[in-house]
T-cell receptor, first 113, second 113 residues
Framework: KAGVTQTPRYLIKTRGQQVTLSCSPI?????VSWYQQTPGQGLQFLFE???????NKGNFPGRFSGRQFSNSRSEMNVSTLELGDSALYLC????????????FGPGTRLTVL | GQNIDQPTEMTATEGAIVQINCTYQ??????LFWYQQHAGEAPTFLSY????GLEEKGRFSSFLSRSKGYSYLLLKELQMKDSASYLC??????????????FGTGTQLKVEL
């Protein structure tokens, strides 16, 4: 069974631009969560989608948004990029609440110049 | 909110046993995860505890005491490949269900000869 895939793997943007990251969960998994990982803050929860609905949201500004499609694939968007948005963005999928183990993708390394 | 504490770094010898502690102060609790993350890679699932007690899985064991807000990960017969960051994460008891995780900053374990 294929794991979680994320595209692109690396991205370089400049301040003020916007970016869209994509995540394809493990087949059959309906929950997709997004995390931001930085050396200073560690892994921080952004949001979770389940059956095309945002179920949970972390403490990030409204510039960070996401969505989930009917095939469970998810995208996250960051608008008006800031230097501090440079991070590894990780996507994780899980089967359901009864099986909460989250499987992480390889991440997208975003650099904002 | 959630506050999770774990040591920043630990060093141990190949073949030895090491215990990585995690304490948490949370407004609620719905399970605790341990993940392993090698440098430049995605986190991989190690264990999930929701009830008090010890869960053993090969060379890895995880313990939970909900009354004390305490967990530990025990690694036996250490191998060089166990050198990695070990992340403790608490699952939030969100009313609408879901898989929101709050992570500690991780314990960097170095295994030496």
């Amino acid at each position: 069974k294929a794991g979680v895939t994320q595209t692109p793997r690396y991205l370089i943007k400049t301040r003020g631009q916007q970016v869209t990251l994509s995540c394809s969960p493990i087949s059959g998994h309906r929950s997709v969560s997004w995390y931001q990982q930085t050396p200073g803050q560690g892994l921080q929860f952004l949001f979770e989608y389940f059956s095309e609905t945002q179920r949970n949201k972390g403490n990030f500004p409204g510039r960070f948004s996401g969505r989930q499609f009917s095939n469970s694939r998810s995208e996250m968007n960051v608008s008006t990029l800031e230097l501090g948005d440079s991070a590894l963005y990780l996507c994780a999928s899980s089967l359901s609440e009864d099986f909460p183990e989250q499987f992480f993708g390889p991440g997208t390394r975003l650099t904002v110049l | 909110g959630q506050n999770i504490d774990q040591p920043t770094e630990m060093t141990a010898t190949e073949g030895a046993i090491v215990q990585i502690n995690c304490t948490y102060q949370t407004s609620g609790f719905n399970g605790l995860f341990w993940y392993q993350q090698h440098a430049g890679e995605a986190p991989t699932f190690l264990s999930y505890n929701v009830l008090d007690g010890l869960e053993e899985k090969g060379r890895f064991s995880s313990f939970l005491s909900r009354s004390k807000g305490y967990s530990y990960l025990l690694l036996k017969e250490l191998q060089m490949k166990d050198s990695a960051s070990y992340l403790c994460a608490v699952r939030d008891p969100v009313g609408g269900g879901g898989n929101k995780l709050t992570f500690g900053t991780g314990t960097q374990l170095k295994v030496e000869l």
